[in-house]
């Protein structure tokens, strides 16, 4: 039997119960939510679950009349315990770390939240495994297979069956149950075609043209599937240059083993192979560098930046006080040209520091440039957000 590795994430959700009277946690299904949950104690209601439903329904009053955690998973599937909550917190306003609150569609949950429970709240979301909670030595594997903890992180075996049948449950059951108006073959489809465009520039006329649907639909589809955790639209950076910019959002499937299952791919061998593997090590990264943002509860906008002369920064990362212009290439051996190239785009966009991120063995650093390999990038962050 797996142990459970411990989850970054827990120190924050454990901070917050002590600041807030209830905690959401959300992200993809399958991440681990439920896992990391029961290790926080408290009564656990599992409320997709008729006979759970039924159970909190008929303990509720003697539930919130004393102290102690419940522990509400899959809570948007009942929005009627979102009105119970506000009037338990509010008898007892002072009262911190009453209730926790599992959720795997934040449309619908962050709904439901801002409606009845606004200022009572936090929300940490947690994601599949990232580097710094596996450590170094399970780069690759990480990158091939993703971070699902049932996934093939942990068993290999398990990879890619896993993540075609977790992608065949989501577009039949799970996406249309939280609203996705779309059929489940059409779901499958722009599952597949989002592969086939992980990185790019996001086309909602051309993605809705293959599917024989106008770019509103496919757009408003995109929406469910940005608020399911499986993507991730980037954001450009838009700066007063004199040089015509990109202004399109970049797409990026959050998961690189639910992208490489899209996409026939079950070995590294395979991966390397692939024209594209250069884009999935770019989608990785910048997931890797976010997981551990949010981990740590640091407050961060995430942008790309690109120019029409193909100078750009893959991620630019915004503190407030202070911004970072990253580029990410898939080389053990990058160049002083890279370097430099990264340096000119920075100089536009005003960067603090420039980051050059690869699978370097050597990294260096020197002003306020640094040349690093993911581990050293992530170390970077966690002691930026410390």
């Known amino acids: 039997m797996q142990t459970m590795r411990p989850r970054a994430v827990q120190v924050q959700v454990r901070r917050n119960l002590r600041r807030y009277p209830a905690v959401a946690l959300v992200g993809p299904r399958q991440c681990g939510k439920t896992t990391l949950a029961k290790t926080l104690g408290g009564a656990y209601f599992d409320l ?15 539930l919130t009349a004393r102290r102690g955690l419940v522990v509400l998973d899959e809570a948007q599937t009942r929005p009627e315990v979102f009105r119970r909550m506000r009037v338990a917190i509010d008898r007892r306003r002072r009262e911190k770390g009453r209730f926790l609150v599992l959720g795997s569609v934040s449309p619908t ?27 170094p030595s399970a780069l690759d594997a990480l990158w091939l297979r993703g971070g699902f903890p049932d996934g093939g992180i942990q068993a290999a075996a398990a990879f890619p069956d896993w993540q075609r049948h977790y992608l065949a449950l989501l577009a039949q059951r799970d996406l249309p149950a939280w609203g996705l108006p779309a059929k489940p073959q059409t779901t ?22 293959s599917l024989a649907l ?8 995109m929406d469910y599937l940005e608020g399911a955790f499986l993507l991730r639209r980037l954001r450009p950076f838009h700066a007063n240059i004199g040089k015509r ?40 990264v910048i997931e890797q560098a976010l997981a551990r943002l949010g981990a740590s509860g640091r407050e961060c906008d995430a ?23 990253c580029e990410i ?34 990294p260096a650093e020197s002003g306020r440039s640094a040349s690093l390999n993911l581990a050293g990038f992530l170390r970077r962050l966690r002691h930026t957000a410390a």
């Not at 959002?249 to 692939?274: C, E, F, I, Q």
């Not at 051996?333 to 340096?343: G, I, V």
């Open 109 to 135: 949950l962050m709904r439901e939240v801002s409606e009845s429970l606004a200022g009572r709240l936090a929300i940490v979301e947690l994601t599949p495994f990232f580097l710094d909670e596996l450590g």
């Open 303 to 325: 942008y790309y930046f690109r120019t029409s002369d193909q100078y750009e920064c893959d991620l630019v990362l915004d503190f407030g006080g202070e911004r970072w212009a």
């Open 245 to 284: 910019l990109v202004k399109s959002p970049k797409v990026y499937w959050r998961d690189t083993g639910l992208l490489h299952a899209l996409n026939g791919v079950a070995t590294m061998d395979a991966l390397l192979s692939k024209p594209w593997a250069g884009v999935s090590w770019e989608g990785f």
């Open 48 to 62: 997709e679950d008729e006979a759970d439903a039924l159970r909190l329904d008929l303990a509720w009053d003697e």
């Open 214 to 221: 106008n770019y509103q639909t496919v757009n408003g589809y």
């Open 329 to 362: 290439k898939l080389t053990s051996d990058p160049k002083p040209d890279d370097l430099a190239r990264l340096n000119r785009a920075a100089d536009w966009i005003a960067a603090d520091r420039r980051i050059l991120i690869s699978r370097t063995r050597r």
């Open 188 to 209: 499958e489809r722009l599952f597949r075609m989002l592969a086939a465009t992980h990185g790019a520039p996001w086309n909602a006329s051309a993605i809705g043209q």
